[in-house]
């Protein structure tokens, strides 16, 4: 971790929390991007680090929200849905907005679709790095997924081995082009 980094717990609703990590310019520009992982991904991801010494060095900070965690009351991969990382999204954005004048958000994959699902109006900006548009292709096309332990689960495999719960391929396989073509409509 950088001399500049905090770790920041972010309310979440039922009990849970939302954990991330807030690396500060030297420059204090009053501008700050929020940085959403991909599905089976991390706040420490090689394109998130990399990308935030890139806005660093431009005078914004950053704040890398982890979607699940391995904190006692962060969420379980396992029990979670775009719909949830939505709403966790909208806790971490209504933290920042009351420090930071100007907010700009980023989604790898999977955390740019949870970005448009959250519709965090107000933003400077929206910028989707490797986004599927559609969900329903991914899981349709893309995804292997195979059963894992329990009804409940599904584990994936493209690259790493992760376990899903299968409400999370339910709702993806939901979520056609139009319908995500509707949710983009709300974000402003």
Do not use: K
């Amino acid at each position: 971790m950088l001399s500049d980094e905090t770790r920041i717990v972010v309310p979440a609703g039922g009990g849970r929390s939302v954990y991330a990590i807030l690396s500060r310019s030297a420059a204090a520009s009053g501008r700050v991007v929020l940085a959403v992982h991909g599905l089976a991904g991390q706040p420490d991801d090689f394109l998130l680090r990399h990308s935030r010494d890139r806005f660093l060095a431009d005078g914004f900070d950053v704040c890398r929200p982890a979607l699940y965690s391995w904190q006692r009351d962060a969420r379980d991969l396992r029990d979670t849905t775009l719909v949830q990382h939505a709403a966790d999204l909208r806790a971490v954005h209504a933290h920042l907005a009351g420090g930071w004048r100007s907010i700009y958000l980023v989604g790898h994959s999977y955390g740019g679709i949870a970005l448009v699902l959250a519709a965090l109006n107000g933003a400077r900006a929206l910028s989707l790095w490797d986004s599927l548009f559609s969900p329903a292709r991914l899981w349709r096309d893309v995804i292997a997924c195979e059963p894992a332990a329990g009804p409940d689960y599904l584990e994936l495999r493209d690259p790493l081995r992760v376990q899903i719960g299968r409400a999370m391929r339910t709702e993806g396989l939901g979520l056609t082009a139009a319908a995500m073509r509707a949710a983009a409509t709300a974000v402003t």
